[in-house]
């Protein structure tokens, strides 16, 4: 009679490519892949990057009234999203906008998005942070966490009765995980053994809850056993890890029609998002870092100075490396992605509001007469009080 005791010392390791300074640990496992792509990669994450400050600031200006940044977190988006095809499917959370720019999303249509103008392909109807895109496969973000679990287990299902020959890649964070419909995403994924890759990003903290308060037991990747699913837990800031382990849940997916999870270990090194409640600087000291990789049964993450930049140190070291990149090139670029984001502010920030009519559309096919008389009781009084609302910053 043996009870399974979660204190025995089995956890599940965490995979690597690269080292610190970039070196490839094992041969066999880099990806080889081409000078372009590595350079794509590297040179979109500082894209990324600097629109991220850029949009920060912005916030901080009161031009957008909403931002959360991906600081410390941008080896998941690129390193996955490099690993699937255009035709696989996306349901993300609110800190996986780097994946949509990997799939082609530009800088406009980010900076309409925040600035709710017409050119927002929302309408200007979601707060900042809330993308999405139907020709790109990314299904808009909602706030509510893990609402996108069981619905991207669904769209695998029906992916799989439709023989498509693709897969969903859902994204959450480990706090995510604590919810009811993590289990049921979970459960129906493995039971209807739909083709669905769960990525689990592993940032240390739940807002202000760290992971030693949020679980025990072997991190999320070792809730894997339970529901029946494969499992890998990654080293989140190594970019060709990511994308090692992505490419292969993806091909167990699709060829063996069920879930995977992968839980990537990394460290949010900005704050939750803009709100003042949510400043890193409330519940963590300023000089925690994260060297990346788990310590002890319940997969505490290891913190020390310095290493909070990690994915682009290392991945520009790689290239640095084989002589792809080098100091002068980066602050090209730099400057670059400085000039790309700013000029899109400005024409995101200068462009009309969506018409007001905009609030009123799209929910029915014929809009019902209910909502024709709502719309002309708003008019009616927007007309009434002119003075009271600037209809010259919206759209006819």
Not at 60 to 73: A, K, L, V, W
Not at 112 to 140: I, Y
Not at 229 to 237: E, F
Not at 315 to 332: I, L, P
């Amino acid at each position: 009679m043996d009870f399974v005791n979660p204190d025995d010392g089995q956890i599940i390791p965490v995979y690597r490519v690269m080292d610190l300074d970039g070196n490839v640990l094992n041969e066999s496992h880099d990806p080889k892949l081409k000078k372009e792509t590595v350079q794509d990669m590297y040179k979109k994450m500082i894209l990324f990057n600097t629109m991220e400050r850029i949009l920060y600031e912005a916030q901080r200006q009161g031009r957008i009234s909403f931002y959360m940044t991906n600081y410390g977190e941008e080896g998941t988006h690129f390193g996955s999203a490099a690993a699937l095809l255009p035709e696989d499917v996306i349901f993300a959370r609110y800190r996986e906008a780097g994946v949509l720019m990997s799939r082609g999303s530009t800088i406009d249509e980010y900076m309409s998005q925040c600035f709710s103008n017409r050119n927002d392909n929302r309408k200007g109807r979601q707060m900042p942070v809330h993308f999405g895109s139907k020709d790109l496969n990314f299904v808009t973000i909602s706030s509510p966490l893990a609402t996108q679990m069981p619905q991207a287990t669904g769209y695998a299902y029906a992916m799989k009765r439709a023989g498509t020959g693709n897969c969903v890649i859902c994204y959450f964070g480990e706090g995510t995980a604590s919810e009811g419909d993590a289990h049921a995403a979970f459960n129906f994924a493995a039971t209807l053994e739909a083709p669905v890759v769960f990525c689990c990003r592993n940032n240390g903290y739940a807002i202000s809850t760290p992971t030693d308060e949020q679980y025990r037991g072997d991190g999320i990747a070792g809730r894997s056993r339970g529901y029946g699913m494969m499992a890998i837990r990654v080293d989140g800031n190594d970019v060709f890890a990511v994308y090692n382990v992505t490419k292969a849940a993806r091909d167990i997916a699709v060829n063996q029609q069920r879930p995977v999870l992968i839980e990537a270990m990394t460290y949010r090194t900005g704050d939750h998002s803009t709100m003042a409640s949510d400043d890193k600087a409330m519940h963590r000291s300023s000089k925690e870092g994260f060297l990346g990789h788990n310590k002890g049964q319940n997969c505490t993450l290891t913190r020390q100075n310095s290493n909070v930049t990690r994915f682009s140190f290392t991945t520009r070291r790689y290239m640095e490396n084989k002589n792809w990149w080098n100091s002068e090139v980066e602050e090209e670029w730099k400057q670059d992605s400085l000039h790309q984001v700013t000029q899109a502010l400005s024409r995101a920030d200068k462009a009309l509001k969506p018409p007001v009519k905009d609030m009123f559309t799209d929910v029915y096919d014929k809009l019902p007469s209910r909502l024709k008389k709502q719309h002309q009781e708003c008019m009616n009084h927007v007309a009434k009080y002119p003075h009271e609302y600037t209809t010259e910053l919206y759209e006819n």
